[in-house]
């Protein structure tokens, strides 16, 4: 029944886009067959399409990306961005790939499906079931297990004096955490080699196994053992996400395939852009001394005394707000999905005119940006998307972001490796589904003299 309504709104979406096409907005100059194709070729796309609208002065232009044709809203005014947030996006291209129909079973995920009832239907379930804020509170314990795992790791190379390559250690944490979050501890024992053979990254022996099917029925045989038509729903608990649909599959009429495909987007929409976001703002922090020391003295100074880890509940109580500044600044300096949503380009928005620089000031009371939040209603700074297709992990994301962030400059000091100067750190990014910066992040960790 789903897939039959994936198929209609694919459809209809065709139909759209062919009675579009008489108002299309205005296109810069494109080769025969390819388009615009050869402006996504280059190592930064989402830098060659700035410069071209520059060039050209366009707020909103048609690009034709070989026989696809798309249009880029850019910084200059917010109607343009807006007006592709709540229209133009409504879908995605990628819905009518080959690939997505294979990799996300039609696709049946939230991400890659075409805009209709069946992503009506799924979205809510995601953002109610799986990443409410409810949902993303009661996993807490098992965020703050997981960071505290990373500080063991990071106290070990601080013991012995030894450099540790962050990103890598921000890379395997999130990883963790989106195993834990979906399959719980399950994925601990099984390593990921039982589960892929060759297989080097957990996410990936997770993600295989979960296409193989052997993660769901392992776990719907456990539920159905435990089962009590009397017990709460998984929504308050930290039941992990399998245990959740399994518990509304019903209620939803989901098929297997379906479960699998919106799990897959737990992997897909959170690892890389959680572990990218993190290692900016750690770079950052690096080549910004005074930021990094007044951000380690705002976190200490909220962490009771002799506590180890900040706790979540540290930062709820009493939010730090230039912890929230910092990372804003982050997102706003560092976008890392510049062309996921065509409405969304913070590597180019400009809020005050210095956009290279790195000033979390600008979002504390009386900054410039202070008024701005990432809930998608402010078209200069939209990190996670805007309107309908919005990120639907923003709290999971923001909750992971301010713990290990917290817990990194609270538990250690840093600093760079002997002979090389904070000053050069390289900010260079690299292109894919998610930006990220090119080179490693290594950095020696100190046990803070408090
Ligand atoms: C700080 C980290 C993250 C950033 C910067 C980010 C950013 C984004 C952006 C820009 C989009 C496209 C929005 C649009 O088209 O308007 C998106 C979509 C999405 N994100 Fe995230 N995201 C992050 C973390 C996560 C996490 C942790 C999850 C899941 C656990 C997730 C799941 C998704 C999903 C499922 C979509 C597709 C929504 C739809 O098409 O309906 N994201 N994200």
Known sequence: RLFRSAKRAMEQQQDDDENLH??????????????????????LPHVSLRRLATKHGLDLMMLRLGAMPGARACRRRARPRRCCARTTTCSRPGAHSLAAEIILYGPSDIGFAPHGEYWRQARKLVTTHLLSSM????????????????????????????????????????????????????????????????????????????????????????????????????????????????????????????????????FFGGIESLAAVLDFTMAELMRWPRIMKKLQAEVRTRVPEGQEFVTEADLTDNTPCYLIAVIKESLRLHAVTPLLAPHMSMASCSIDGTPKEFVPERFVDGGSAAHLNVSGNDFQFLPFGSGRRMCAGINFGMATVQLMLANLVHCFDWEMPEGEDRRHLDMSEMFGLVVRRKEKLLLVPKLPRL
């Open 22 to 43: 008489h108002r299309l907005p205005p296109s810069p100059p494109a080769l025969p067959v390819l388009g615009h194709l050869q402006h996504l070729v280059g190592s």
């Open 135 to 266: 949902k993303v509170q009661a996993f807490s314990l098992a965020r703050e297990e997981e960071v505290g795992m990373v500080m063991a790791r990071i106290r070990e190379a601080a013991a012995v004096g030894a450099e540790v390559d962050v990103g890598d250690l921000l890379r395997s944490f999130t990883n963790d955490l989106a195993c834990r979050a979906v399959m719980d501890k399950s994925f601990r024992s099984e390593g990921p080699e039982q589960a892929v053979p060759g297989a080097r990254r957990r996410d990936v022996a997770a993600a295989g196994r979960l296409q193989r099917g052997g993660a769901l029925p392992d776990h719907e045989h456990k539920y159905d053992e435990q089962h009590d038509d009397t017990s709460a729903s998984g929504d308050t608990r930290d039941d992990d996400f399998i245990h959740v649909l399994l518990s509304v599959r019903d209620e939803y009429g989901l098929t297997r395939d379906q479960m699998k495909a919106l799990l897959l987007d737990v």
